[in-house]
Each structure stands twice: as C-alpha cells, then as structure tokens.
C-alpha cells in the first residue's frame, strides 16, 4: 500500500481530500476514497464544522498500512483502521449535522479520549456508513 503524508502536496489536478472534515488535505488515491469519510460529534450530538474545530488544521494526518494516523501537538500517535465497520448496531447512533439527522458509527473511547483531551471539550470522533 502506498503511504500519504500529512504535507499539503497537490495531485496533477490539484485535488485535496480531508479523511477527516476540516482536517489536514492529502493528495492520493486513498485519500479520496476516505474524503470526508470521519467527523467529530460534540455532547449534544451535533457533529461539528470545521470553523467549530480550527486547531484541526495542526494535525498531522497519513494513510498508512489501512489505518488513518493522526498525530497532533502533545499527543501520543492515533492509529484508526479505515476499512473496519463495526456491525454492532449498539455503537451507531444518529447525530445532528447540517440540519439533518445522519447514522455515524462511534470509533470508540480511546478516539473520543484523544480527541477530546487535544481539543479540550468532550468529542466523539465518527465514521460515516458505507453508502
């Protein structure tokens, strides 16, 4: 598998893909099959925008080996597996995101702990379904 870096590099179009919304870009093939593909949910189930997150723009992000990695400033490296959908129904749940409701599954406590220790507030970080 080819590997990313978090290095804003363009394709020959000029296309960056964010794995996850209001992250860093990447430019691969990869990258564009996970665009979009993560968010950050707050306490009162609303998924976030990235005006709400701007310290997301200090991660570090790559495609590695079938996992997303994230590293940001004071943080001890987050390895995420991309193409695992957990089929327990207990860890989906609806969430608010631009006035409508979407079914997200949740990525777990370490991710939520992580998240929510770097950006100082309680986050849950969730996968969209596969369409």
């Known amino acids: 598998m080819t590997s990313c870096t978090s290095a ?4 020959e179009s000029g296309a960056l893909f964010h794995p996850l919304k209001g992250g860093p ?3 691969n093939g990869k990258a564009a099959a996970c665009h979009d593909l993560w968010v950050l949910g707050d306490a009162s189930g609303r998924v976030l925008s990235a005006d709400e997150l ?9 495609l590695r080996f079938g996992d ?10 987050l390895d995420i597996a991309v193409d695992v959908i957990e089929d327990d129904e207990d860890l989906c749940a609806l969430w608010q995101e631009e006035g409508r409701s979407v079914r997200l599954v949740d990525e777990g406590e370490l991710a939520a702990a992580w998240f929510s220790r770097w950006l100082g507030q309680p986050l849950r970080l969730l996968k969209r379904l596969p369409a």
């Open 25 to 27: 870009g990447l430019a």
């Open 8 to 11: 804003e590099r363009r394709t």
């Open 68 to 77: 997303l990695v994230l590293r940001a400033p004071g943080m001890m490296r």
């Open 54 to 62: 701007p310290r997301l723009a200090d991660l570090e992000i790559d």
